[in-house]
């Protein structure tokens, strides 16, 4: 590493009067040299002291050291901000996995790996392979096996193969064994936090260079007995000198008396994510490895699995981190919160799981679009909702009907001795759909309706106000709010300083509706509510934003966007 980091700068001095410069040195290192580039404190303090010994050399002693260690390989850092190629593709296709714990439902994090990998899959051909990480078992929900695979078929994702960590223990043990043996992987019975000092201190602690034989029994006491939890574990030997302290040595085995919801009591001793990750992706054939650039220093752990196996490597592909704001994600505290009755399910529409996003109609194909916006770029992103929201507009703003809601609704008692009538198109743009037609007769010479409360305190005593697509009225009390009907245009109504504002007739439903921040408001939808809700349907409520209905205890909305 050294030698290369020199080559590099000892060539950037050829390039300049030799001098070497640190950025342009430094760029190199970080396109070229994974190691370094996952911690680049050590990587700047290397570069910087290379420099300046190169700097220090005369130009004949420079060429002698860059003819001595050769021309180093010029790797442009490729820019990975489109989703339009992947590298090494085999003619076959690609093989790619998705593979969640299954400590819930999927939320819209989630939603990036899966869509990406599908398209990839989806785009070369291939196969996508589902892998369930259940070899926690304190992370483990039981409804998750069956909600995952949901989730996934409602965003589109399609799933070749499906597997279970917890299907594939032996195989775990048997390459555990197997680095044991060839001295990768040693079995310790330090305590934990003294075993990690050590390392961090790039010291090995007092096992790992035992002899096998007694790697290996220990080995078998794992499993046996003789140890219980926390007294043996296995690890996997990387370098203890790594300049990256997180990549120095891990765990890869630990025992654990805990039931686990698939397997019961019949292990014990349980694989940790970076040894069991690495052996599945080697043994279902990966090519690429998409993931998050969080899990960066785990891919500099499970290349050391497979150098130590002799096993090539996949495309590791890490995109940046995307932070969701106001919304609900984390599984645990989901869990918790509903065992208490504070969230209905996990659907609940505060959430940020798929489900929640289902109900409250957001479309599959929204998500895949905006994921395949942002791409596999490295940057970290803060998802928008803004952006969002108008991606899903775009989706289902043509097919949904318009109809009125009001909120907190007052009543409105209007006098008039004809019958009120009018009717407003079920999408503006698409009149040839029809229209809701709205026939209100008097009883005793009064039509009663709802309005809501909000516009009331632009109203007074005297003043006219429109009621949208049906007639105009003159206000003639406020408590309780009565008028008259009176022949005004919208131009008179809006020239004596009315409003128009919505209403909802007698025949009208109550309906509730939901915002994902928590808040609900009660109030009545023009009748067409019932049917949509019976059939799980969107509308817009004018003016008010797009909602999904459901029949639940009575209609209620649940809000999308504006
Ligand atoms: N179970 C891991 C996670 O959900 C998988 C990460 C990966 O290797 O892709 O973060």
């Known amino acids: ?58 130009a004949a002693d420079q060429k002698i050291e860059l003819d001595r260690l050769g021309e180093p390989e010029t790797i442009k850092r490729k820019r990975k901000d489109t989703i339009d190629e992947l590298e090494n593709v085999p003619k ?135 140890f219980s939890a926390g007294e043996a574990s296995m690890m996997v030997k990387t370098d203890l000198e790594h300049p990256n302290p997180a990549v120095r040595d891990f765990v890869g085995m630990r025992i654990k008396d805990a039931a686990h919801p698939r397997t019961g009591d019949r292990y014990r001793v349980y694989p940790l994510y970076n040894l069991a990750v690495a052996i599945d992706d080697h043994l279902m054939g990966c090519t690429h490895v998409l993931r998050g650039k ?14 130590h196996m002799g096993w090539g490597l996949p495309a590791f592909i890490h995109y940046g981190l995307v932070s969701i704001p106001n919304t609900i994600l984390k599984t645990s505290i989901i869990r918790e919160e509903m065992s208490r009755g504070n969230y209905a399910g996990w659907d609940d529409i505060r959430l940020g799981t798929l489900r929640a996003l289902s109900g ?31 991606m899903n507009k775009e989706l289902i703003d043509d097919g949904t009907d318009r109809l009125y809601f009001v909120a907190d609704p007052v009543e409105l008692a209007i006098s008039t001795d004809i019958p009120l009538s009018g009717r407003s198109p079920l999408h503006p743009d698409h009149r040839e759909r029809g229209y809701r037609e709205y026939e209100q007769a008097p009883h005793d010479g009064v039509v009663r309706l709802s309005v809501p409360r909000e516009e009331i305190a632009a109203l007074k005593v005297g003043g006219v106000v429109r009621l949208k697509d049906l007639c105009s009225v003159r206000i003639r009390t406020m408590e309780p709010l009565t008028g008259e009907r009176e022949d005004l245009s919208v131009s ?71």
């Open 1 to 58: 590493m050294r030698d290369k980091v020199l080559a590099y700068a000892l060539q950037n001095a050829r390039e300049h009067d030799g001098k070497a410069g640190i950025g342009p040195v430094m760029g190199k290192v970080m396109a070229s040299i994974p190691e370094l580039r996952s911690d680049p404190k050590a990587a700047s303090a290397l570069v910087r002291e290379i420099v300046d010994q190169v700097n220090s050399m005369d």
């Open 92 to 226: 076959d296709g690609i093989v790619v996995r998705f593979a969640p714990g299954p400590s819930g439902p999927l939320h819209i994090g989630h939603s990036r790996a899966s869509i990406l990998n599908d398209e990839y899959v989806k785009r070369y051909g291939g196969k996508f392979i589902l892998r369930l990480e259940d070899t926690n078992p304190e992370k483990i929900d039981p409804e998750a096996y069956r909600m995952i695979p949901e989730d996934l078929s409602w965003l589109g994702v399609e799933v070749h193969e499906t597997h279970l960590q917890s299907d594939r223990f032996e195989r775990y043990y048997d390459i555990a064994r197997s680095l044991i043996e060839s001295g990768s992987g040693y079995t310790c019975t330090c305590d934990p936090e003294h075993w990690r000092e050590r390392k961090l201190e790039g010291k090995p602690c007092p096992h790992r260079d035992d002899v096998v034989e007694d790697q290996l029994e220990r080995w078998d006491g794992m499993f046996d007995g003789t």
């Open 294 to 307: 969080d899990h960066l220093n785990n891919t500099f752990r499970q290349e050391f699995v497979y150098r």
């Open 360 to 390: 409250r109609g957001f479309m599959p194909e929204a998500l895949r679009k905006y994921w395949y916006k942002v791409g596999i770029k490295s940057v970290d992103v803060t998802f928008s909702w803004e952006n969002f929201n108008a």
């Open 492 to 562: 008179d109504v809006r020239g004596g300083g009315g409003s128009i504002i919505q209403w909802v007739s007698s025949s009208g439903v109550p309906c509730r509706v939901l915002f994902p921040d928590g808040l609900v408001q009660e109030g009545r939808a023009e009748v067409g509510a019932k049917e949509r809700a019976r059939k799980g349907q969107m509308v817009q409520f004018e003016r008010f934003g797009f909602f999904k209905l459901s029949e639940e205890d009575g209609i209620v909305g649940r809000f999308a966007h504006k």
